[in-house]
């Protein structure tokens, strides 16, 4: 079955650092990949997808890159901001699951000033 | 537009009693996903709505969990005999289809669920 492996945490950075998360995964078909993000307070929120190998999604300064070679998706933003600070979670769906999400853990980010 | 919304916000039960979770999903989105997130297990997939019919259930923990459509729009989750386990946030998400380049999920607010 489909499943998701993500960095544990929780992240501690200062603003302007530099940030990955690690994501990898294990898929039986051709899967898309997505990372989203939960605010303090609020529900979950898309943060950016790709459908396949070698996409590079992209938002708010985040990006990742969908490697085929290594099952991977990891999540970097060059700078990060007090405003960044939330709850990552890497998903995949896919066609032999319904799309249904595979969720990882959910990494904990926290950016002190 | 509206987004998907959730109802109630926060429900607080007695164990043993039965609860009802409805969920809107973004009007003309075909496809909806019910999903539970509590501490221990993180982000569980419950089921899948095409339409009004649920093709995949594989994610119901007990016979206790059902859920149903009407309309291709409104969902309701029901919990009978609610359990302490059964304490969560309940998210619902729809999309306009199931697959494809369409396949983002957008997400509810939830429902906390307190089972006492």
């Known amino acids: 079955g489909n499943s998701v492996t993500q960095m544990e945490g929780p992240v501690t950075l200062s603003e302007e650092a530099f940030l990955t998360i690690n994501c990898t995964y294990t898929a039986t078909g051709y899967p898309s990949l997505f990372w989203y993000v939960q605010y303090p307070g609020e529900g979950l929120q898309l943060l950016l997808k790709a459908t396949k190998a070698d996409d590079k999604g992209s938002n708010k300064g985040f990006e990742a890159t969908y490697r085929k070679e290594t099952t991977s998706f990891h999540l970097e933003k060059g700078s990060v901001q007090v405003s960044d600070s939330a709850v990552y979670f890497c998903a995949l769906s896919d066609q032999g699951s319904n799309y249904k999400l595979t969720f990882g853990k959910g990494t904990l980010l926290t950016v002190n000033p | 537009g509206a987004g998907v919304s959730q109802s109630p916000s926060n429900k607080v039960t007695e164990k043993g009693k039965d609860v009802e979770l409805r969920c809107d999903p973004i009007s003309g989105h075909t496809a909806l996903y019910w999903y539970r997130q509590s501490l221990g297990q993180g982000l569980e997939f419950l089921i899948y709505?095409?339409?009004?019919?649920?093709?995949?259930k594989s994610g119901l923990p007990s016979d206790r969990f059902s859920a149903e459509r009407t309309g291709g729009s409104v969902s309701t989750l029901t919990i009978q005999r609610t359990q302490q386990e059964d304490s969560a946030v309940y998210l619902c998400?729809?999309?306009?289809?199931?697959?494809?380049?369409?396949?983002?999920?957008?997400f509810g607010p939830g429902t906390r669920l307190t089972v006492l």
């Open positions: 998400a729809s999309s306009p289809i199931a697959g494809g380049s369409t396949d983002t999920q957008y």
């Open positions: 709505f095409q339409g009004n019919s649920a093709p995949d």
